[in-house]
């Protein structure tokens, strides 16, 4: 009785199970039979016609396509033309508008010895590597050149560049402005210059001015005019030269002179007369201005 309730049981639990899921319609037509319609030939051929046709009447058109292709090479080219263009632009502002953009600077220099044919080919070069840069060169007489930079730089009207000596450094240090370190460094300057100009262009820790040259005082004589006159040895100071110019002096029986012993000039026709004659002070003996009325200042002077 137990199995037989048992198998009762479970064929309820399975009649509930199947009965509780509905069949689906599709399921329905799957187990149906299905039955294949095949196509009769005058179908066929009457699709055929048709596809045929439509190719046909397609076919008496323009390629769309290619039209299309055509534009795109055409959008194509003036795309890159442009980029071409402004590839150009953006080169030449990098590399030409650093020049261009400069602002035009003109530069008044003042001369002492020299006249402006002498510095012009300088100048002409310098200008070509610096279109914007106009130099005007004046050449400046001596008399009271000193006070005219000092007074017109005060007031304004001053060169931007000048030639000055350079012991005048301490009278016009309120116009000049010291020497850049992207131009010369101070170990550049020392190592290219003499000791003098480290000397005298020097304040504080600047320099002031480059150096043009030096004026050094050289005597020059003459080898074979010394062996005709007898003399072996060339004079060592001042002394020796005042023995030996009296011997070099050569003069007609009129007293006209024929040859100079010494071509020394005077202070009417020598312009640095005063260098000349501070040097003979110093070989002679003379510490300084304040010793000028020694015997020593006395004897140079003569």
Do not use: C
Not at 158 to 171: A, K, S, V, Y
Request: proline residues 6%.
């Amino acid at each position: 009785m137990n199995d037989m309730n048992d198998n009762n049981e479970k064929q309820t639990e399975n009649q509930s199970l199947y009965e509780t899921v509905p069949l689906d319609s599709n399921e329905e037509n799957l187990n149906e039979p299905q039955i294949e319609v095949e196509e009769t030939p005058e179908e066929v051929e009457s699709t055929d016609f048709k596809n045929e046709s439509s190719v046909n009447a397609g076919s008496e058109l323009p390629p769309p396509v290619y039209m299309e292709n055509k534009n795109q090479y055409l959008i194509i080219a003036i795309l890159g033309i442009v980029f071409f263009i402004f590839f150009v632009i953006i080169i030449k502002s990098i590399f030409f508008s650093g020049s261009k953009n400069k602002k035009s600077v003109v530069l008044n220099y003042w001369g002492l010895w020299e006249d402006e044919q002498i510095f012009q080919p300088i100048i002409n070069e310098y200008q070509q590597k610096n279109p914007h840069v106009k130099i005007n060169y004046k050449k400046m007489s001596p008399e009271n050149y000193r006070e005219k930079i000092i007074v017109r730089s005060k007031n304004g009207e001053g060169p931007d560049i000048f030639r000055f000596h350079n012991t005048w450094l301490p009278e016009i240090k309120e116009i000049v402005s010291p020497l850049p370190p992207q131009i010369m460094s101070n170990n550049e300057f020392e190592k290219t210059f003499y000791k003098i100009h480290q000397k005298d262009l020097k304040i504080g820790d600047y320099y002031y001015g480059l150096p043009l040259m030096i004026d050094g005082l050289v005597l020059v004589y003459n080898d074979s005019l010394f062996k005709k006159a007898g003399i072996t040895l060339s004079p060592k100071n001042w002394d020796d030269i005042s023995e030996i110019v009296p011997r070099l002096t050569v003069k007609d029986s009129k007293g006209n002179l024929i040859t100079a012993g010494i071509a020394i000039g005077t202070t009417n026709n020598v312009e640095h007369f005063s260098d000349i004659f501070g040097l003979l002070l110093v070989q002679n003996g003379v510490s300084g201005l304040d010793k000028i009325d020694q015997i020593e200042a006395a004897g140079a002077l003569e």
